[in-house]
């Protein structure tokens, strides 16, 4: 016998017949709170009732149940007796939600033993239909997570939203603070997007080689820093690189010592101290990295909510690297489908928990084909449906990898392709090869300051691990003039 709460389902539907001004509640509610046929009927009438503009009384109720089909009752069942036994040894009409809280608890144990049960005749049957183990754990995780005790959120009038947006406004304002949402550390980007939301599905891509993961590492790393406006937990789901390989990047990058000497060991006194340095400094970043090789959208979720059950912690933003890697909650005809399905998971997850989603994927390589190797939203791999579901796409480009020119060593372009909600454009950067890591060039006062980010003095304000200012050419605005030396040392760029 499944779960079920007889008589917080009479209270509720007894409440509503003896206190009609109540009624307009308990027609919002599912009717499959209900698990009584009898009590799913009475329900059903009752919404009739009110939908109709007809009045909330015993004969109206037992009348409307005539018109209603419930499986499992038959028509002309429900007689006034029925309405008047529910309305017997009530509690107070205050306690109407903790009641409705125990039909919503009884209707997710419901649930879950029936995903149970469906979940074990799939194994039991899974040789004879030839269906791969995971697929069947993977979809009992989706179906797991679908399930909600309650949906706090309803439809409201545009008005309401409106004032309840510009009070926030206010708030913000009295602070004394913009509202940029979490900020990339690249501040000509979070000018242009105001920095990521929740709800949003962002889209980092490039062709290999381009620094999709380095880029995100970098904005993890700076979201999840104890600098002023930061702080905030971030989650990086690697998929292509192990968690050791994302340590190393990260320790070259906030120590400024050569990745290259960092992962063979061939550092000085100077270099280990800078290490150590930074590895201790690491402690205060709200940082997780979790490099399980095989995720669907379904199996991060429910990592997040495994980890916010046992470390009541949930993140404020996460990263996936890369969309291509991650496997289909369920298998599709063709690799766009899969694609697609995973896109719309990844945006539905972003939704749900109301926090960003960064996701890198791949280009094409036919974009390899064109004289014009800057890339267009097009080049996504399998893109139709990651074009539609992402608030933001920003690709990434390098042109001294195609051409090889020391004027463009070291120059790099994040362009935005798509903004849902604010300009494209194109963001020029700095790619620093012997930290794998990006900086943003600041326009302020046209002199160059490179710095580690740790050092005697503690940590900078930037990200990247340095702090670079350039100057433009003037008329040319995608153009940057790269000095070549400061404090007469040569740049390694």
Known sequence: MFPQHKYAEQSVLGLCVNEPEISHKVTKLN????????????????RKCVLENYGIDTFTIVNMTKTIKVKGLQTNSIVAMDLIELQENLPAKAQLPAYVKMLEEAQSQREILTMCQYTAEKMRDRLYYQTEIDEIVDGFKKSLFRIKVSDERVAE???ITAVKTVEK???TLKNGRQDIGIPSGFPDFDEKSSGFRGGQLIVFCGRPGMGKTSLALDICTHASSPKPGCGFLSYFFSLEMSSEEISARLLSKLSGVNLKNLRTADLSSGDL?????????????????????LLTPATIKAKIMERQALHEEKPDIIFIDYLQLLAPSQNQNSREREVASMSRDLKLLARELNIPVVVMSQLNRELEKRPNKRPIMADIRESGAVEQDADIIVALYQPFLYTNSPNDQGKAEAIILKQRNGPIGVIPMIWRPETSSFTSPLTSNGGVNVRPMFGSSGPVDYCGGLEVEYTCVPGEEDETSFPETVNNEELPF
């Open 31 to 46: 009717n499959d709170l209900f698990y009584e046929p009898k009590n799913k009927a009475i329900h059903l009438a009752i």
């Open 273 to 293: 101290k800078a290490i150590s340095s930074a590895a201790l400094g690491m402690v205060d970043y709200k940082l997780v990295i979790d490099d399980s090789p």
């Open 157 to 159: 009038y545009a008005h």
């Open 169 to 171: 406004m206010e708030v």
